[in-house]
Structure formats: structure tokens, C-alpha cells
């Protein structure tokens, strides 16, 4: 009779440490595929990691997008408002990309500070703005604001 209740326990416990052994490399899993969204001045800060790849959004600035004479590489400026960053990118853009549209792009901090998107998303239509863009935009212009006020 103890027989089986020793085995019983060992079993539990084995199912156990399993489930919580599947638990941790699932969560880590996850984390490490997750893309977090910052803005131009969140980047500029340092808060953006640098090691990681991560989602930055802003508007694309008037007159900054510069494509090259050959093959699909394109830079542009983002801008919250506040601060500007430099995006390159190298691929086919989304056809809704335009200059002072917001656009959210995923990618990297390169070694010269010049963010590399690996893709671009665009608005889809001119009534919506990315939630994590419009949120940003909000609030670089509140801090600009209240940067006014104290003056």
C-alpha cells in the first residue's frame, strides 16, 4: 500500500515540475518575441533597447523620404512632433505611404544610431492613425506644451 503511494506522489510531483518546467520556457518564449512600440523621443532618451528589435511610429517628415536611384532602399525621417529619427529601409513600401502620414516600422538601432526597418506599416485609411502613433503624438505635444508654459 505505501508503494503505491509513494509512486503516486512521484508521479505528481514529475507532472508537476513538467508543467512548471513548460511554463517557463513558454513565458520566456513569448517574451523574447514580443515588439515593444516607442517614439522618436523615447528613443532619443535611450529607453528603446539596443539590442533587441522593437516598433518605433511617428509621421513620415515632408520632403525627408529618399529612395535610390537602384533597387528598393529608401530613407526617411520620423517625427513625434518632438524629436526626428532616420529610418532606412529596403523593400517594397506600402502603397498608402506618403510623407506626413503616420506609419509604424519594425526593425533595429543600428551601430551609427540610423533605425533599419525590416517592415513599414502604413495608415489604411485618412481617418486612422495607429493607436500607439496617435498616443505618442499626444503626447509629445503635451510635453511641448507644458515646456511652453514654464516659459
Given at each position: 500500500?505505501?508503494?503505491k503511494r509513494s509512486?503516486?506522489?512521484?508521479?505528481?510531483?514529475?507532472?508537476?515540475?513538467?508543467?512548471?518546467?513548460?511554463?517557463?520556457?513558454?513565458?520566456?518564449?513569448?517574451?523574447?518575441n514580443l515588439l515593444?512600440?516607442?517614439?522618436?523621443?523615447?528613443?532619443?532618451?535611450g529607453e528603446a533597447?539596443?539590442?533587441?528589435?522593437?516598433?518605433?511610429?511617428?509621421?513620415?517628415?515632408?520632403?525627408?523620404?529618399?529612395?535610390?536611384?537602384?533597387?528598393?532602399?529608401?530613407?526617411?525621417?520620423?517625427?513625434?512632433?518632438?524629436?526626428?529619427?532616420?529610418?532606412?529601409?529596403?523593400?517594397?513600401?506600402?502603397?498608402?505611404?506618403?510623407?506626413?502620414?503616420?506609419?509604424?516600422?519594425?526593425?533595429?538601432?543600428?551601430?551609427?544610431?540610423?533605425?533599419?526597418?525590416?517592415?513599414?506599416?502604413?495608415?489604411?485609411?485618412?481617418?486612422?492613425?495607429?493607436?500607439?502613433?496617435?498616443?505618442?503624438?499626444?503626447?509629445?505635444?503635451?510635453?511641448?506644451?507644458?515646456?511652453?508654459?514654464?516659459?
Amino acid at each position: 500500500m505505501k508503494n503505491k503511494r509513494s509512486r503516486r506522489k512521484l508521479l505528481v510531483i514529475m507532472v508537476l515540475f513538467g508543467v512548471a518546467v513548460a511554463t517557463v520556457l513558454g513565458l520566456s518564449a513569448f517574451e523574447e518575441n514580443l515588439l515593444y512600440f516607442y517614439s522618436p523621443t523615447q528613443v532619443k532618451a535611450g529607453e528603446a533597447p539596443e539590442t533587441r528589435a522593437f516598433r518605433v511610429g511617428g509621421l513620415v517628415v515632408a520632403g525627408s523620404v529618399v529612395r535610390a536611384e537602384q533597387g528598393l532602399n529608401v530613407q526617411f525621417t520620423l517625427t513625434d512632433n518632438s524629436e526626428t529619427m532616420p529610418v532606412s529601409y529596403s523593400g517594397i513600401l506600402p502603397d498608402l505611404f506618403r510623407e506626413g502620414q503616420g506609419i509604424v516600422a519594425m526593425g533595429s538601432i543600428n551601430s551609427e544610431g540610423l533605425f533599419v526597418a525590416d517592415e513599414v506599416l502604413a495608415k489604411h485609411d485618412e481617418n486612422y492613425m495607429p493607436p500607439e502613433v496617435a498616443a505618442a503624438l499626444k503626447a509629445a505635444d503635451e510635453a511641448g506644451r507644458a515646456g511652453a508654459n514654464k516659459i
